[in-house]
T-cell receptor
Framework: EDKVVQSPLSLVVHEGDTVTLNCSYE??????LLWYKQEKKAPTFLFML????IEKKSGRLSSILDKKELFSILNITATQTGDSAIYLC??????????FGTGTSLTVIP | NAGVTQTPKFQVLKTGQSMTLQCAQD?????MYWYRQDPGMGLRLIYY???????DKGEVPNGYNVSRLNKREFSLRLESAAPSQTSVYFC???????????FGSGTRLTVV
């Protein structure tokens, strides 16, 4: 059965720490992998990855995809309290359908 | 720039009641989606509409119906609400397969 698994389920770090969030998938007809940040309400888009080995970067956040080993990582350097959120990974398996992981809950302590 | 607007934000229903969740986007996106989010289950697709005039079932369509009224609006209807439909519902839209979703702010629905 197709699925998306995120780890760890939750993480508590101190400000300034670097964190790595993992997303592994088993999906046929893979098209893309997306990362979202969800605070209190709607998920907000972070990255879309389609090709292996090409790092996407936005400020302190970066992400990379490995299509051979079927996983992606999301790195956050120099974490801040504003990074506290649930981070969602989603994998597209047709032109219009995604499987979402259950998310990693990140808490950054001052 | 409103993006994706969902109404209502909160709703409490009694078992067996019906209601429609409304969603509208002003970004001229072709595709629209309804997801539900439950603790420990992640976001699961209920229905989607790839373009105006088409709708398709997602992962968990039972108990729901949808209408793509025009390019802007995509509504989700619960004909006879059940406690298992207690969830947070998100509408989303997407311009093209090269882009991610834009989500609405969600509707928290409780069925008692």
């Amino acid at each position: 059965e197709d699925k998306v698994v995120q780890s760890p389920l939750s993480l508590v770090v101190h400000e300034g720490d670097t964190v790595t969030l993992n997303c592994s998938y088993e999906v046929t007809n893979f098209r893309s992998l997306l990362w979202y940040k969800q605070e209190k309400k709607a998920p907000t888009f972070l990255f879309m990855l389609t090709s292996s080995g090409i790092e996407k970067k936005s400020g302190r956040l970066s992400s990379i995809l490995d299509k051979k080993e079927l996983f992606s990582i999301l790195n956050i350097t120099a974490t801040q309290t504003g990074d506290s959120a649930i981070y969602l990974c989603a994998v597209e398996w047709t032109g219009n359908q995604f499987y979402f992981g259950t998310g990693t809950s990140l808490t950054v302590i001052p | 720039n409103a993006g994706v607007t969902q109404t209502p934000k909160f709703q409490v229903l009694k078992t067996g009641q019906s209601m429609t969740l409304q969603c509208a986007q002003d970004m001229n996106h072709n595709s629209m989606y309804w997801y539900r989010q439950d603790p420990g289950m992640g976001l699961r697709l209920i229905y989607y509409s790839a373009s105006e005039g088409t709708t398709d079932k997602g992962e968990v369509p039972n108990g729901y119906n949808v209408s793509r009224l025009n390019k802007r609006e995509f509504s989700l209807r619960l004909e006879s609400a059940a406690p298992s439909q207690t969830s947070v519902y998100f509408c989303a839209s997407r311009a093209h397969t090269s882009y991610g979703y834009t989500f609405g702010s969600g509707t928290r629905l409780t069925v008692v």
